[in-house]
DNA sequence: ACGAACGGTAAGCATAGACTTACGGATGTC
DNA sequence: GACATCCGTAAGTCTATGCTTACCGTTCGT
């Protein structure tokens, strides 16, 4: 459940992963599903499904033999979080630089 | 300068890289400056400075025989919007969910 | 109770890619 | 013009990890 520090963002480097992410975005899937639908193996997407949800980006609940997972709404949250933060840090760089140095004197930190 | 369709997101997936991505972000600097605060060598640096703007992510400028990196607004807000989007589809297929099966009868899609 | 469907796990492999050292090109300084 | 600084690129190594096959446990149907 501990969401990352970086939000859970280096879960989603892996195309396969963000794949299976974008597809439980749009519906909650079993893994027979999600195997389907990529050129993968069932295993393979499994494996992903793991590391998911070990990184709260993803939650499954029983029913019957299947596994039904769907996407947590903590976890993209926590995307949504360090994403804003490194944009609100941006801004203010930039919004200092802008009004500190309108001719481009020294841009050090002494 | 295109950015890609994933929003540059598979960029952020290494950790070196996210560690950049996030100094740029509270301070334009130049490479040796990057290389100085991370565990890696210089040519590291310049390499994953060269991913992040190719992928539209980062911005450089000449500065006598320094090469100032800077964030690219565009490409945060390229992050932004595809965030966005997996976002709404999350919340679309949970709303529909709700409520078209107060009482689970089928999850199927014929 | 037996068989089938579904899925998690182990072991192993193979490829991507992150890192280093070495080099060369451009710019600024004396 | 010579030297120093800063940086990008090439070549090569090595590790992380994504994928596959094989196996086993669990749950449902008949």
Redesign the pocket.
Known sequence: METYGDGGLGLL?????RAIFEILARRPS????L?ERL?????????????LKDGGLVV?H?E????VYRLNPEGVAGLRAWLDGVWNDALTAFQKAAEAAPDDPEEEVP
């Open positions: 480097g892996d195309p396969t992963r079993s893994v027979g599903e195997a050129p993968v193996s069932r295993p393979a997407v499994s494996q992903h499904l793991r590391v499954s029983a019957g033999t299947r596994r």
